[in-house]
């Protein structure tokens, strides 16, 4: 094992409902979605209209300004309606499901046999170039860029997360390729960030082409943001590119067969969660197909993705996200509590010791999503610097954004971070202040003026 970083700053957030190491097939969903608002400033260009068919693989849509990045279908079928929002905003693109998985056929062949611009190609074709990344701003890569490095985290640090090392058996062979193919793509290195305190999948400890280093400390360790950090900071005019495990999977297995295989494992886990388990199913199914007759109580939240950072969806309507591993379902925290703050709160969870539930540090909690107050000044606390580990002051970046301040927004590090970065801020702030689409704002202000 090579030298490992020890992450000092953090806070892991025990909850109640953690998935058991048991993979299940979910049943067949009658529908699947794409959501363009799982990306960051996309905007849309429908591609495949309503009422038509469309095989595993066929371009759903793409993005307005670059074209040449589509978005595919997950599934065979019919394109049954497009679900828009505000100022017609589009939402997701539903398929329904024909059950016969008729697949669009790609280029395959070895990668280190193939010149960059063909793999970018087949990538671009076949739809799953949206799941490479872009630091700083957390966007779909551009094609025509090429990254400083590319960056996996082989691990997710998390409320609840998803155990990567127990999803990544047996996918030893897609990831290896997966990781040749990104080699390709970048002058630099492919960098492979693992847990320091557990044994390492196969597939990661046998990956070759790409530098290993490995982690220690509370989350958000698990998060490529902060590897990046820890191994080779963002500067201005640099560009690096971020790929999930289960995505280089997926790269891998277009170049070895030719065909974008959706497949992926989704951890269901939560306090309402009866059964907490893996599941083996396609991107985009609807969560009904996993929740179904499993679920303790109704009134609950839906997240696809984890507490800090996930988005909610209905429970009977709603579809997961394009790169979610993992749906929580905690109660919903639509109540009032008088005088909350002089109980002794043995079972309510504190970060700053206001309650007696500081004294068992091992306890799991039933939390719901009540934030307890309302939105107050936003003042110095010091509560933000003893979760965020990078070397950054995150307070005073976000009042540069506020205040749209570019230059000191440069200067404070926003190239650095992304929403998922500094979420333990929004969760353990006193004046609940929204830090995470305030620093989205800040993206949109320095893309509009900068790029």
């Not at 080699?183 to 492919?190: A, F, H, I, P, W």
């Not at 010091?382 to 749209?404: H, N, R, S």
Request: hydrophobic content about 35%.
């Amino acid at each position: 094992m090579s030298e490992v970083i020890k992450i000092r700053k953090g806070l892991d957030i025990k909850l109640k409902g953690e998935a058991d190491k048991i993979f299940i097939k979910a049943p067949r969903s009658k529908t699947y979605a794409v959501k363009p608002v799982d990306f960051h400033s996309l905007t849309p260009k429908i591609v495949a209209k309503p009422c038509v068919e469309v095989k595993v693989g066929s371009t759903l849509f793409c993005d307005k300004y670059h074209p040449e990045i589509k978005y595919a279908s997950p599934v065979s079928g019919i394109v049954t309606k497009i679900v828009r929002g505000e100022r017609r905003r589009i939402i997701e693109i539903v398929i329904e499901d024909d059950g016969k998985d008729a697949f669009e056929t790609f280029k395959k062949g070895d990668p280190d046999s193939m010149k960059r611009e063909e793999i970018i190609e087949n990538l671009l074709e076949s739809g799953i170039w949206p799941v490479i990344h872009q630091r700083p701003y957390d966007i779909v890569a551009l094609p025509s860029d090429v990254p400083r490095d590319i960056f996996i985290s082989g691990f997710d640090s998390g409320p609840l997360a998803p155990d990567y090392d127990f999803i990544m058996k047996e996918k030893d062979e897609d990831f290896q390729v997966g990781i040749n193919v990104l080699r390709k793509l970048t002058d630099g290195k492919v960098h492979l960030g693992l847990d320091a305190d557990y044994p390492a999948a196969k597939a990661y400890t046998g990956a070759k082409n790409v530098e290993k280093h490995y982690f220690r400390g509370s989350h958000p360790s698990g998060n490529v943001g902060i590897q990046i950090h820890k191994i080779a900071p963002i500067n201005r005019g640099e560009k690096v590119w971020t790929v999930k495990p289960q995505d280089v999977v997926t790269i891998g297995n277009l170049f070895r067969t030719g065909k974008y295989d959706p497949r992926v494992i989704v951890a269901l886990c939560g306090s309402e969660v009866k059964k907490p388990v893996y599941y083996k199913l396609i991107r985009g199914a609807r969560v009904a197909s996993i929740v179904k007759d499993n679920i303790v109580q109704d009134n609950v939240r839906y997240i696809s993705g984890n507490v800090l950072t996930g988005r909610k969806i209905d429970g009977e309507e709603g579809h997961i996200g394009f790169s979610d591993s993992q749906v929580t379902v905690i109660p919903e925290g639509d109540y009032y509590e008088m005088f909350g703050w002089i109980t002794p709160g043995f079972n309510k969870f504190s970060v700053s010791r206001s309650f007696f539930s500081w004294i068992m540090p091992g306890k799991e909690y039933r939390l719901d999503t009540n934030i307890h107050g309302g939105e107050r000044a936003f003042v110095m606390t010091g509560e933000y610097e003893k979760v965020f580990p990078m070397d950054i002051y995150p307070v005073q970046l976000l009042k540069a954004i506020l205040i749209e301040d570019i230059d000191k927004m440069e200067q404070l590090g926003i190239y650095e971070v992304v929403e998922e970065d500094m979420a333990l801020c929004e969760f353990v702030c006193t004046s609940k202040t929204p830090v995470q689409s305030i620093l989205r704002n800040g993206f949109k202000i320095m893309m509009k003026e900068l790029e």
